[in-house]
């Protein structure tokens, strides 16, 4: 199982650069299914997984000049806070047992997985679907003022469950700030690099870190999008999009039936 984990980092890493997005998606349910990680250590391993992907996607995008500061800081800025506020109050204070249904024992590894199934349900239906033409832009205020809002939601999806949520933020930048897409993305993966880091390093002290497993995984993770960015010139990215999309959905799916009917 453990070879089948670090066999599943390369696809992560091969996808993350065919398709630039939601491959980090698959890296919680990786480190507890394979590599028997407990639910809320994997979403702290998933940070650092995350910032490091996303830290050599945005210094590619910066030397393209692919990245809006001003989008970065104002959504990366309330972003922080959240991750900040949800690591270290809201994760702890999650008790270690919620409820029961029946014989159903819901506690707070369950509970994490479950919400990250349906995190998972939304990536891939956010990744299935056509792309949406934005709309016609509001002003730069209401502009700023929907990408604080956006920053404080995708920032408390990062701290609580370890995703980077680039499927949510670069639909908001395009939608809300009118980006293009390749600014978009290379926003997008400058403000997960910042969050993911700032979560994972704010909460280190409370947490074991096997380092040895974690940096091996990163490593080979990393290896996988520079082999995912020379594929990519060679095969057409959408289709490639909408299949890892239907494949994040079936992942999405067992989890909920494993953690509801198999726990």
Known sequence: MEIAGYLAAVFIGVSLGLIGAGGSILTVPVFVYLLHVHPVLATTYSLFVVGSCSLIGSVR???KKLIDFHVVLSF??????SVF???????????DHLFSIGELNIDKAVFLMLLFALLMLAAAISM??????PPVSPGRKERTGWLLV???????????????????IIPALVLISRLPMKIAVGSSLTIMAISSFFGFFSTLPHYTIHWMQ???????????????SALSEKIPGQH????FGWFVLAIGLFILVHELFFP
């Open 61 to 63: 995008a910066y030397a």
């Open 76 to 81: 990366g800025l309330p972003s922080l806070l």
């Open 85 to 95: 506020l949800v690591r270290h109050f809201l994760l702890p204070a999650i008790p």
């Open 128 to 133: 299935i679907r056509s792309a949406v033409k």
């Open 150 to 168: 956006q920053g404080l939601f995708v920032g408390a999806i990062t701290g609580l469950l370890g995703a980077g949520g680039g499927f949510l």
């Open 214 to 228: 974690l940096l091996v995984f990163t490593g080979i993770a990393i290896a996988g999008i520079f082999a995912g």
């Open 240 to 243: 490639l999009k909408k299949g």
